[in-house]
């Protein structure tokens, strides 16, 4: 025997960026990049966590700030 009943539950209805406050909302879905961080005992930020959602532009806004602190951190190393 099925019993039915109508049960409220929680459900996402929509992601913002982090970075610019956009919604990530695409038609029926979402376009969206997730950066998390659980930094554990050994480190300075101990027991901290973080998960940030990005648009596709801060996405890769952030991926050029990383690509460009890569290129300053090893541009002295010798390889
Ligand atoms: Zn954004």
């Known amino acids: 025997m099925k019993i039915t009943g109508i049960e409220p539950r929680e459900v996402v ?10 919604s990530t909302r695409k038609e029926q879905t979402f376009e969206y990049a997730t950066l998390s ?5 050994n480190s300075k930020h101990d027991s901290e966590c973080y998960e940030i ?11 050029g700030h990383i690509k460009e602190l890569y290129r300053v ?4 190393k010798e390889d």
């Open 37 to 41: 961080a659980a930094w554990g005992y």
């Open 13 to 22: 209805i929509n992601i913002k960026c982090d970075g610019c406050g956009e």
């Open 73 to 76: 951190n090893t541009l002295f």
């Open 53 to 63: 959602q990005l648009c596709e532009i801060c996405f890769y806004s952030v991926l």
